[in-house]
């Protein structure tokens, strides 16, 4: 990371639900795998993208296959994403929903619950550390790999969802938005949602998506990821925006993700302008810290400095994101309580 927030932003209590785990892993972490295997001859550069540079998102995919070499037993996952929630509640996350996509890996012998498994037991390990986060976690189904493996997906998911008492929460539909298409992975996620998992979709990553988007909404989604290519000055439609509006699906926004990837000009030209005017929900998230070099307190500041918003405003965001958690309402009124509770000590 190359910039501290300021201490408001720091200190500012948070929510992140739009972080994919292997594309959270810190430098520290990434050394720690780098010294674990060092034949791979994987270099720092290869993980993440610094201040100022920006990738196409095809550059950005190649990343993370560099990071899924590096991470590719249970031991690793157990690792990283013990470190990942750690990063997260030393920056000020008190309520993190993680994402990821369940792999197979023959030399390793690790399995596709094997990998989910890790996942959880890292929660539960941080919970009994005493550290002041409430993770929770959704299955990614990676849509490159098509129907079949999107139901394998689901099925998982839901055995996890009954077996681990609401750390697993609902799905998240992500991967390369250029590779398949929604409509193969309409089942399975229409089963997803009536079993009672909650849908995060990516939505409109890329441009040209209308008729994919179109579909997906129906279902519809719980929250949206990005959706940068909805509303019609982005080449999409009023009928998007509408369906959006008339749901009440709240967007997840992560301005650095999106400025490096190139998907959006710059941080100004960024389309939390359009959803925030309007008054539509709209949480600010990290994606992957780790790969575009950031945090979630920065993500904060820079929408603050971008678009002019005080800290009063900037609190509000932070606070409403609350209302859009997968977990279920008696957990919002705790963190409710938190924001109270902490809120003096922020505005110091
Ligand atoms: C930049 N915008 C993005 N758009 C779409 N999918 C993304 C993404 N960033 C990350 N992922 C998805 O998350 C995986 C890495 O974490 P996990 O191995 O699942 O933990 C990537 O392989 C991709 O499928
Ligand atoms: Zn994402």
């Given at each position: 990371m190359e910039n501290e927030a300021d201490a408001f932003y720091r200190e500012l209590p948070k929510v992140e639900l739009h972080a994919h785990l292997n594309g959270s892993v810190s430098v520290n972490t990434i050394e720690k795998l780098i010294s674990r295997k060092p034949?791979?001859?994987?270099?720092h550069g290869m993980t993440a993208i610094g201040k100022g540079q920006r990738r196409t998102l095809d550059e950005c995919f190649q990343v993370f296959k560099v990071i899924h070499q590096l991470v590719d037993s249970e031991e690793d996952i157990l690792m990283v994403a013990t470190d990942v929630i750690r990063e997260f509640a030393a920056d000020g996350v008190k309520y993190l929903e993680l994402r990821s996509t369940p792999r197979e890996e023959k030399r390793t012998g690790l399995t596709k619950k094997g990998y989910i498994e890790s996942v959880i037991k890292a929660i539960k390990n941080c919970k009994s550390e005493g550290l002041d986060i409430d993770v929770r976690f959704l299955v990614a189904i990676d849509?490159?790999?098509?129907t079949e493996v999107a139901m394998e997906t689901v099925k998982l998911a839901e055995e996890f969802m009954q077996s681990t008492d609401g750390l697993v929460l609902g799905l998240d539909l992500s991967g390369d938005?250029?590779?398949?298409?929604g409509k193969d992975l309409l089942p399975a996620l229409l089963r997803a949602k009536n079993c009672g998992l909650k849908l995060s979709l990516h939505l409109s990553?890329?441009?040209?998506q209308q008729e994919e988007s179109n579909l997906l909404l129906s279902l519809p989604p719980d929250r949206i990821g990005h959706g940068t290519f909805l509303h019609p000055e982005m080449g999409g439609s009023q009928s998007l925006v509408d369906q959006v509006v008339t749901n009440n699906i709240p967007l997840e926004l992560c301005l650095t993700s999106n400025v490096k990837g190139q998907t959006v000009p710059c941080y100004s030209k960024h389309h939390f302008q359009y959803w925030y005017q309007m008054g539509h929900p709209s949480i600010i998230c990290t994606d992957d810290k780790g790969v575009f070099s950031t945090n979630l307190s920065q993500e904060y500041q820079l929408t603050a400095t971008t678009f002019g918003l005080s800290h009063e405003a900037i609190w509000k965001l932070s606070q409403q994101a609350i209302d859009w958690i997968f977990a279920p309402d008696a957990v919002k009124q705790q963190l409710k309580q938190k924001w109270e509770a902490m809120k003096p000590q922020v505005f110091k």
């Amino acid at each position: 990371m190359e910039n501290e927030a300021d201490a408001f932003y720091r200190e500012l209590p948070k929510v992140e639900l739009h972080a994919h785990l292997n594309g959270s892993v810190s430098v520290n972490t990434i050394e720690k795998l780098i010294s674990r295997k060092p034949h791979l001859n994987i270099e720092h550069g290869m993980t993440a993208i610094g201040k100022g540079q920006r990738r196409t998102l095809d550059e950005c995919f190649q990343v993370f296959k560099v990071i899924h070499q590096l991470v590719d037993s249970e031991e690793d996952i157990l690792m990283v994403a013990t470190d990942v929630i750690r990063e997260f509640a030393a920056d000020g996350v008190k309520y993190l929903e993680l994402r990821s996509t369940p792999r197979e890996e023959k030399r390793t012998g690790l399995t596709k619950k094997g990998y989910i498994e890790s996942v959880i037991k890292a929660i539960k390990n941080c919970k009994s550390e005493g550290l002041d986060i409430d993770v929770r976690f959704l299955v990614a189904i990676d849509r490159r790999n098509g129907t079949e493996v999107a139901m394998e997906t689901v099925k998982l998911a839901e055995e996890f969802m009954q077996s681990t008492d609401g750390l697993v929460l609902g799905l998240d539909l992500s991967g390369d938005p250029t590779v398949g298409h929604g409509k193969d992975l309409l089942p399975a996620l229409l089963r997803a949602k009536n079993c009672g998992l909650k849908l995060s979709l990516h939505l409109s990553e890329v441009p040209s998506q209308q008729e994919e988007s179109n579909l997906l909404l129906s279902l519809p989604p719980d929250r949206i990821g990005h959706g940068t290519f909805l509303h019609p000055e982005m080449g999409g439609s009023q009928s998007l925006v509408d369906q959006v509006v008339t749901n009440n699906i709240p967007l997840e926004l992560c301005l650095t993700s999106n400025v490096k990837g190139q998907t959006v000009p710059c941080y100004s030209k960024h389309h939390f302008q359009y959803w925030y005017q309007m008054g539509h929900p709209s949480i600010i998230c990290t994606d992957d810290k780790g790969v575009f070099s950031t945090n979630l307190s920065q993500e904060y500041q820079l929408t603050a400095t971008t678009f002019g918003l005080s800290h009063e405003a900037i609190w509000k965001l932070s606070q409403q994101a609350i209302d859009w958690i997968f977990a279920p309402d008696a957990v919002k009124q705790q963190l409710k309580q938190k924001w109270e509770a902490m809120k003096p000590q922020v505005f110091k």
